[in-house]
Nanobody, 123 residues
């Protein structure tokens, strides 16, 4: 699976962005997807995940209620809608894919990774 993430940019605190991750190379509907982020000087952390059919969504506590993960299997794309952005959301955001029906919050469970897209939230 090849993944390409895009949609990052510079936004003021309180603003919003929508990240997209386009997948190619195999049946998208058979894989679960996740978003992770890595801020400067920090370890990569889990953000959100979605099962292969979208019936289960899971979020990190830090983004719950502000971010929404979704997917469109017809377009082979997963999205991350980010609202009420905070400066601490500044990071490079990565989409990731793993075979199987269930989601995971662990980066090591994901085999395929996109190149990352930078989100910068100014105060």
């Amino acid at each position: 699976v090849q993944l390409q993430a895009f949609g990052g940019g510079l936004v003021q605190a309180g603003g919003f962005l929508r990240l997209s991750c386009a997948a190619s190379g195999r049946a998208f509907s058979g894989i679960s997807m996740g978003w992770f982020r890595q801020a400067p000087g920090k370890e990569r952390e889990f953000v959100a995940a979605i099962t292969w059919n979208g019936d289960i969504l899971y979020y990190a506590d830090s983004v719950k209620g502000r971010f929404t993960i979704s997917r469109d299997n017809a377009k082979n794309t997963v999205y991350l809608q980010m609202n009420s952005l905070k400066p601490e959301d500044t990071a490079v955001y990565y989409c990731a894919a793993r075979s199987g029906a269930y989601y995971s919050t662990k980066g090591n469970d994901y085999v395929y990774w996109g190149q990352g897209t930078l989100v910068t939230v100014s105060s």
